[in-house]
């Protein structure tokens, strides 16, 4: 089962490309950070399929796993952020703070209000107003999180 994700999850395997493809105007033009993607893509795809093996808690699909890595690719900086806890459970993170307002807004919400219901939503848990700017900072993070799928429950593991 490894040896065939591995062999599945070449950079050059059409289902890898597909994945860069539909990511490639979030990540920008720049080839090293294409490759550090499809590196950390391909990463993340193994320790998924090592956790449901072992019979733990994973991201369901290549779509959140994919999600994930963009994150890890463009906010490194925010990563330790978006994955602390901020309620009881692990999977109570700030990632899926950010992802229950914008969630709850009607598709066609401008930016305006994403914004203010990300911001609302940062105040209420008490985070700091620094990491808040720093997360509402760039419309291309908050327009990430707003897209499907959610992964701020199963992202607590790789961030």
């Known amino acids: 089962m ?17 994945v860069v493809t539909a990511v490639a105007g979030t990540l920008g033009k720049n080839p090293r950070e294409i490759k550090r993607f499809v590196n950390v893509f391909r990463f993340y795809a193994v320790i998924r399929q090592e956790r449901i093996t072992a019979g733990l808690p994973a991201p369901d699909t290549l779509a959140e796993v994919t999600k994930l890595a963009v994150l890890a690719i463009r906010w490194p900086h925010l990563r330790a952020a978006l994955g602390r806890q901020i309620g009881t ?42 990491l808040r700017a720093n997360l509402l900072g760039s419309e291309d993070l908050c327009k990430l999180l707003a897209a499907n799928p959610s992964i701020g429950t199963t992202a607590a593991i790789f961030l």
Do not use: F
């Not at 459970?89 to 950010?98: A, F, I, K, Q, Y």
């Not at 307002?101 to 939503?121: F, G, N, Y």
């Open 2 to 18: 490894r040896r065939e994700l591995r062999r599945r999850l070449r950079p050059d395997d059409p289902e890898v490309e597909e």
């Open 89 to 130: 459970t692990e999977r109570d993170t700030v990632l899926s703070l950010l992802e229950a307002p914008v969630a709850e807004l009607p598709e066609d919400a401008d930016w305006t209000a994403r914004k203010e219901a990300l911001h609302q939503s940062l105040v209420n848990a008490h985070v700091p107003d620094r």
